[in-house]
């Protein structure tokens, strides 16, 4: 094993967070020898809530390396040298000038692609599914919200949805659903939900705004991160509020028995190409056009199939074509989508744990299109 460091904050950087189980929004420093053992370097006002709140041992302040006045690079560089650590891998989003100031000094610093705290981050225990559980409940419950929101809306002459006597947009929906995962404990740090009506629906990752029409496909997106646990969830679904035309229908049963399908084969041992390659194949031989064949620019299926989630709302493992193989205890979604400019888009997203003879799905919400 070789010695690693990061200078980061920990709310927003998922290694540091995994390696230290401290949170701050202030930078810190973490230093790992060759033996594996931790250390956490942080400022004096800090240093109490480090002890109680982190999984390390050894917890030293910036105190400790000549005072308040020390560049945080110089401190770095003095925690090193007392460490007896001459070389150090560091994430590829470290800081130059840290990494600068240590090489002038005769310190060997190499930037890796993915450490392998990110690697073991993929595998998650048993007592992380169960935060990732907890985060698709609330996951969940605002989705009803949304749902019936829609559902209960009424219709005015122009096909556009109505509540209490105003337009309903998607902005409305987006707030009912934030307020719900605020109540249910979460946040909305992976970005705000998805609720993406008509044309918009044809863009995966449009935010939606404006009025919601009746016949229209409107695709909720909801990816929210559990406060007290700092684990993800990530769920879709796409619904109408009355039929929709024919081409979305058709869309929406050729996306959920591609999904279906695909949920079918993810185990322990298969490879995240073959689980995004079927879904290719599926779509292929409906007539639809796949990142695959190098057809699809905006139409038909135009990204992988789905991804990690964990810490990070995408992380690895990524289920597209690749090399990577699907690991027991990796949780990761399954959203195949279907997009058509001018017409509208289909996407469903499940999110399961891979097991050794297959996967559970972790997704209770049902799928239902007209609404």
């Known amino acids: 094993m070789k010695p690693l460091l990061m200078v980061s904050g920990s709310m927003y950087n998922a290694d540091m967070y995994y390696a230290t189980r401290f949170l701050s929004l202030d930078n810190f420093i973490y230093i790992r020898n060759a033996e594996g053992k931790g250390m956490l370097i942080v400022s004096p006002m800090e240093y109490e809530r480090a002890k109680k709140e982190s999984i390390l041992s050894e917890i030293r302040t910036t ?51 993915e450490s392998d705290l990110t690697k073991r981050r993929e595998i998650k225990a048993e007592w992380e599914i169960q935060h990732i559980k907890a985060a698709q409940r609330a996951c969940e419950h605002a989705m009803r919200i949304a749902i019936d929101t829609i559902r209960g809306a009424g219709i005015d002459d122009a096909g556009r949805l109505i509540v209490n006597g105003e337009i309903l947009t998607s902005e409305y929906v987006k707030a009912r659903i934030e307020h719900a995962l605020i109540d249910s404990g979460c946040s909305c740090d992976g970005g705000e939900p998805i609720v993406a009506s008509g044309t918009q629906s044809a863009d995966p990752h449009a935010s939606g705004h404006g009025a919601i029409f009746a016949h229209e496909p409107v695709i909720i997106d909801i990816f929210p991160r559990l406060k007290s646990g700092r684990y993800f969830a990530d769920m879709t679904r796409t619904v109408s509020r009355g039929e929709p035309p024919d081409r979305i229908k058709e869309m929406y049963d050729a996306v959920k028995y591609a999904q279906e399908s695909a949920e079918r084969i993810v185990r322990d041992g298969v490879k995240c190409a073959d689980v995004h390659n079927l879904v290719c194949d599926i779509f292929e031989d409906m007539g639809y056009k796949t990142l695959r064949t190098r057809e699809a620019e905006s139409r038909g299926f135009i990204h992988f199939t789905g991804h990690g989630v964990g810490l990070d709302v995408h992380e690895s493992p990524s289920v597209g074509d690749n090399d990577s193989v699907l690991r027991a205890g990796n949780v990761i979604t399954i959203e195949p989508g279907l997009y058509e400019p001018g017409s509208g888009g289909v996407r469903l997203e499940d999110m399961v744990v891979v097991r050794r003879k297959g996967c559970e799905n972790l997704t209770r919400y049902e799928k239902q299109l007209v609404i």
Do not use: C, M, Q, W
Not at 72 to 80: F, H, M, P, S
């Open 63 to 113: 105190a400790d390396y000549d005072g308040s006045d020390t560049r945080l690079e110089e401190i770095v560089l003095k925690a090193l040298r007392d460490a007896g650590i001459e070389e150090v891998e560091v994430p590829k989003y470290f800081p130059v000038y840290i990494a600068d100031a240590l090489r002038n000094d005769g310190i060997t610093v190499t930037p890796v692609e």
